[in-house]
């Protein structure tokens, strides 16, 4: 089973800044698409950005210009730069990982728990 650890998550300041992190355990297994999803409290979950085994990124029209994602495959990690946050931001943020095993198989999805990502003065 692939476990995904997520940090950086808080409170920060209306217009601050903020970096998340997801890592993937394990090596038994290739890391195609990963993605940053977020829900706040009576809202759909949302895809905020995800970012291809190539590097092709894709991000929510609301985010566009002030978040970054980006990913370092050698340490199965994926990052959510975020600039100039505002207070919609504020959502508990997933991390999500495509996974194929090296023994085979079909594409599987992968969560992190959840960090909560606030934005108040």
């Known amino acids: 089973q692939v476990q995904l650890v997520e940090s950086g998550g808080g409170l920060v300041q209306p217009g601050g800044s903020l970096r998340l992190s997801c890592a993937a355990s394990?090596?038994?297994?290739?890391?195609?698409?990963m993605g940053w999803y977020r829900q706040a409290p009576g809202k759909q979950r949302e895809l905020v950005a995800s970012?291809?085994?190539?590097?092709?990124?894709d991000y929510a029209y609301s985010v566009k210009g002030r978040f970054t994602i980006s990913r370092d495959n050698a340490e199965n990690t994926v990052y959510l730069q975020m600039n100039n946050v505002k207070p919609e931001d504020t959502a508990i943020y997933y991390c999500?990982?495509?996974?194929?095993?090296?023994?085979?198989?079909?594409?599987?999805?992968?969560w992190g728990p959840g960090t909560q990502v606030t934005v108040s003065s």
């Open positions: 999500n990982f495509k996974v194929t095993f090296t023994t085979g198989g079909r594409e599987r999805d992968y």
């Open positions: 970012i291809s085994s190539g590097g092709s990124t």
């Open positions: 394990g090596g038994i297994y290739s890391l195609n698409r």
